[in-house]
């Protein structure tokens, strides 16, 4: 398992699994990797979904602590990347 099972992991998947089980977002939104692509990810639809900005940064603090060691690290660094260059490319 690439995450560790803790209340931040409960409170991602929940954030997750409203964001593909609504219809419509009405405002901008941003493409999120459910599994980081930088933790063994895919681009495959199923491991994509549309988040609000809040949503997507949400996401990233929390994808912080449900990792440990290394990648942790990446997960820092996708942050950083995220708050000081715009949005997320990965």
């Known amino acids: 398992m690439w995450y560790n099972q803790n209340k ?5 998947f929940a954030i997750i699994s409203k964001a593909k089980h609504r219809e419509h ?4 939104s941003e493409k999120h ?7 063994g ?5 199923s491991n994509i979904v549309d988040l609000t900005l809040r949503e997507h940064f949400i996401c990233h ?4 602590k449900m990792v440990s060691g ?3 690290r990446k997960m820092t660094y ?5 708050q000081h260059y715009g949005k997320n490319k990965s």
């Open 8 to 12: 931040y992991s409960n409170l991602y």
């Open 25 to 28: 977002l009405s405002q901008q």
């Open 33 to 39: 990797h459910v599994q980081p692509k930088s933790l």
């Open 41 to 45: 990810g895919s681009n495959e639809k």
């Open 61 to 64: 603090r929390l994808l912080l």
């Open 70 to 72: 290394n990648n942790k």
């Open 78 to 82: 996708a942050l950083y990347r995220m």
